[in-house]
């Protein structure tokens, strides 16, 4: 008989892409999660349902074995340091650079330099490892508008397409890392369910 399994995907902009991959190896939500307000579908498949979560609660989910797979982006693994699940496929999907942004002509600064960042620890690691001692601020969204309003000199943030740095008059500095979408798995769930969850990752490998 099939396990039970329950796929956690991130909501916003990559849940078509999620979706899209799914249905290439044909699971399909009974109700369209981008219109729907609910929660947790069902799918054509009995054996499978799907959550809609925030990415960093996909990784909650996924490491407490309530969800037994989740699809979920580098930027909020690396961030969360996660415990209790493997990571076996790059989905290829959602891809994008999280990078050290600031002003096109940035002004001199005294003492130490500010970054505004959700990605707090990502920054701490990465200023620890380069030897900078800077002082990070805590943002929860729109990040560009700091450096503009003067509460930092710079930004750790996502960049895709470059759109939103641009229309703020920032420009990229570094690469901190490329990111993309990964597949993680609940380690317990990968034993007690193996075969289920083993020939779901290589019919989602194969599509890609
Ligand atoms: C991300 C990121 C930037 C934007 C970059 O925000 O924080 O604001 O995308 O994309 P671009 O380079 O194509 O302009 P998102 O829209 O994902 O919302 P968020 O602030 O909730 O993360």
């Known amino acids: 008989m099939k396990s039970k399994l329950l796929i956690a995907l991130s909501k916003g902009r990559l849940l078509q892409q999620e979706l899209d991959l799914l249905e290439r190896i044909k699971i399909m939500p009974r109700k369209d ?9 069902e799918t054509n498949r009995a054996d499978i ?7 960093s609660d996909v990784v909650t989910y996924v490491r407490h074995g309530t969800a037994d797979i989740g699809m979920v982006g580098k930027d909020i693994l690396i961030e969360q340091k996660g415990d209790g699940f493997y990571e076996p496929l790059d989905l290829g999907i959602g891809k994008c650079r999280l990078m050290v942004a600031g002003p ?4 001199a600064y005294a003492g130490r330099l ?7 620890n990502t920054a701490k690691r ?13 943002l929860f969204g729109a990040m560009e508008l700091a450096p503009v309003m003067g509460l930092a000199h710079r930004i750790v943030d996502i960049v895709e397409t470059g759109e939103t740095l641009r229309a703020n008059g920032l420009v990229p500095i570094e690469e ?11 380690e ?21």
């Open 126 to 138: 990465y200023y620890a490892m380069k030897g900078q001692q800077v002082e990070i601020i805590k």
């Open 33 to 41: 999660p981008i219109k729907s307000r609910k929660l947790v579908f």
């Open 114 to 120: 500010k970054i505004a960042t959700k990605f707090t």
């Open 188 to 208: 317990s769930s990968y034993k007690t369910k193996f075969d289920d969850i083993k020939n779901l990752i290589n019919e989602i490998g194969s599509s890609l």
């Open 176 to 186: 901190i890392i490329k990111i993309s979408t990964k597949l993680i798995v609940n």
């Open 49 to 55: 349902s799907i959550l809609v979560l925030r990415g």
């Open 104 to 107: 096109e002509n940035e002004s």
